[in-house]
T-cell receptor, first 114, second 114 residues
Framework: DGGITQSPKYLFRKEGQNVTLSCEQN?????MYWYRQDPGQGLRLIYY???????QKGDIAEGYSVSREKKESFPLTVTSAQKNPTAFYLC?????????????FGQGTRLTVV | GEDVEQSLFLSVREGDSSVINCTYT??????LYWYKQEPGAGLQLLTY?????DMKQDQRLTVLLNKKDKHLSLRIADTQTGDSAIYFC??????????????FGTGTQLKVEL
């Protein structure tokens, strides 16, 4: 079954804790992205990776960290430094070698701070 | 600069046409996209248009692009209740050296009433 798997679907975090959101893909895409979605604000780019072992900050990277040790995986850690982490997090992938590189999305993880 | 704007809400009656508008600011975008998001889910690509085209039609969907005004619209003919969702426009910005990122609008919540 090809696609992008995000887990867990729902995640609860206590204040001061770090949590890691998983994103796995078997589409053989080079590029992977993490977006944050808040009501009325659309999607904002947190981090992206164009190739294994390389990643770049997006527009709202503060309080987040990522790694890209394998092509298939791009986990996102929400650290305690992120002051308002409650949001819907979306992982996406895309091809790097084509002009038309639409993004393919996972089903998202809803993170709630309790 | 990179900023994509959409109106937040649109309400139509079933059977009518819906028109969702988008304004972008980066003239270097080569592809522009429309995505659909149903509640609690990821984004699904609906259609895209290349920047040298004025119009693209795909079944009930018509995309119009006015590159001079940086205006993009999505028309849904014969709107059905299943079309109720959030619609995002996005522009593709190419990085030097390969790869791209998508910048999304704020999303338009379409509500279809009986």
């Amino acid at each position: 079954d090809g696609g992008i798997t995000q887990s867990p679907k729902y995640l609860f975090r206590k204040e001061g804790q770090n949590v890691t959101l998983s994103c796995e893909q078997n589409l053989n895409h080079d590029a992977m992205y993490w977006y944050r979605q808040d009501p009325g604000q659309g999607l904002r780019l947190i981090y992206y990776s164009q190739i294994v072992n390389d990643f770049q900050k997006g527009d709202i990277a503060e309080g987040y960290s990522v790694s890209r040790e394998k092509k298939e995986s791009f986990p996102l850690t929400v650290t305690s430094a992120q002051k308002n982490p409650t949001a819907f997090y979306l992982c996406a992938t895309g091809r790097r070698d084509r002009e038309n590189t639409e993004a393919f999305f996972g089903q998202g993880t809803r993170l709630t701070v309790v | 600069g990179e900023d994509v704007e959409q109106s937040l809400f649109l309400s139509v009656r079933e059977g009518d046409s819906s028109v969702i508008n988008c304004t972008y600011t980066d003239s270097s975008s080569t592809y522009l996209y429309w995505y659909k998001q149903e509640p609690g889910a990821g984004l699904q690509l609906l259609t895209y248009i290349f920047s040298n085209m004025d119009m693209k039609q795909d079944q009930r969907l018509t995309v119009l692009l006015n590159k001079k005004d940086k205006h993009l619209s999505l028309r849904i003919a014969d709107t059905q209740t299943g079309d109720s969702a959030i619609y995002f426009c996005a522009e593709s910005i190419r990085f030097t050296g390969g790869g791209n990122k998508l910048t999304f609008g704020t999303g338009t919540q379409l509500k279809v009433e009986l």
